[in-house]
């Protein structure tokens, strides 16, 4: 987490947000749009791909008025491995050389059953966003960002977010947004904790198989973060109000959360913890393991449960920019 890389100078770190042709998913608000808005702002162009394209098309407004044909909006739903084909296919085109940054950000949140009364349309509904989302994105880009790195051609053209390019690239990078449920392991949010546990796997693994070929691989776990999630996703009534009421209360801006990122991320950084909870949470997980889930027992045992285990599927929106 606090790595050797902290003592390089950063004249001679490789910038990678920086002069980046990118792609983010869930790009349309939060944490998604808070990325796309910081890569243009260091100079990269942007593909700001969502599931709802009008809400892509609102982030692509907000980049044109200071950085005019920086960025693009494409409509992707990440759960389909044919959509995230052709959102690659589409960037290479576009750019007219590889993506050098892939930020996976798309996802959805669930949460206030336990396991036993999810149900698996439930399961299969985030597990299809959450984590099929980031494998797609990673599987299918990998091979560009290893070209990227690779010193491919630059190649002739003039596509219409070619003259926005930045210099040649000889490295790329992955940024995966998982969360500190990945190792948090709150009750009632099971299907959240194990998406974003394998993703916060699946980066350390790709770091690993990465080592050397000049792509970085960060994961970004936060806790509470200002952004429409519990709004947007399959959240019991009661559940949605705690966790509203804490990221007004505890929350960071999805725009710090971003540039922290971003810079770490540059840094050669693996793990991003933005908040102090997090790192706290982090590290009682492992010195005191036995205490902490006996705590955690004990305060999901002491909260109001529920009324009723049926969601409100009316009042339900299936995301995936959040």
């Known amino acids: ?3 050797l890389e902290r003592l390089i100078p950063i004249g001679i770190r490789p910038r990678r947000s920086h002069g980046a042709r990118a792609v983010v998913t869930g790009a349309g608000s939060g ?3 808070a990325f796309a808005l910081e890569i243009a702002e260091r100079g990269g162009q942007v593909i700001c791909a969502d599931i709802d394209e009008s809400r892509a098309d609102e982030t692509v407004a907000l980049i044109e008025r200071n950085h005019p044909g920086a960025a693009h909006a494409f409509r992707c739903d990440v759960s389909r491995r044919e959509d995230v084909e052709v959102l690659a296919r589409f960037a290479e085109s576009l750019f007219e050389r590889p993506v050098t940054l892939l930020v996976n950000n798309a996802g959805v949140g669930i949460g206030g059953k336990p396991v ?3 149900g698996f349309d439930d399961w299969e509904w985030a597990l299809g966003i959450n984590l099929w989302g980031v494998v797609h994105g990673c599987e299918i880009f990998a091979p560009q960002l290893r070209a990227a790195c690779g010193g491919g051609s630059d190649g002739p053209g003039s596509g219409s977010l070619r003259n926005h390019a930045g210099p040649h690239h000889h490295s790329g990078g992955i940024i ?4 500190a449920a990945a190792f948090a392991a709150a009750p009632s949010m099971a299907v959240y904790n194990a998406s974003k546990g394998a993703v ?4 350390e693994t790709m770091a690993a198989e990465m080592s050397g070929t000049g792509v970085a691989v960060t994961v970004l776990c936060p806790t509470f973060v ?16 705690l966790a509203d009421t804490l990221m007004r209360l505890t929350g960071f801006s999805p725009d710090s959360v971003a540039r922290t990122t971003l810079d770490a991320h540059d840094r050669g950084q693996l793990y991003v913890l933005p908040q102090l909870d997090a790192h706290l949470i982090w590290r009682l997980k492992r010195y005191f393991p036995a205490q902490y889930t006996y705590a955690l027992g004990l305060l999901d045992r002491l909260l109001p449960q529920e009324n009723s285990i049926t969601t409100d599927r009316s009042s339900v929106s299936d ?3 959040v």
Do not use: H
């Open 226 to 241: 200002k952004t429409n999630v519990a709004r947007d996703g399959r959240i019991t009534p009661q559940s949605a109000r």
């Open 319 to 321: 995301k995936t920019g």
């Open 176 to 179: 995966n947004v998982a969360s």
């Open 1 to 3: 987490m606090f790595g």
């Open 116 to 118: 036993g009364e999810i």
């Open 200 to 203: 916060l796997s699946l980066s």
């Open 31 to 33: 944490i998604g749009r």
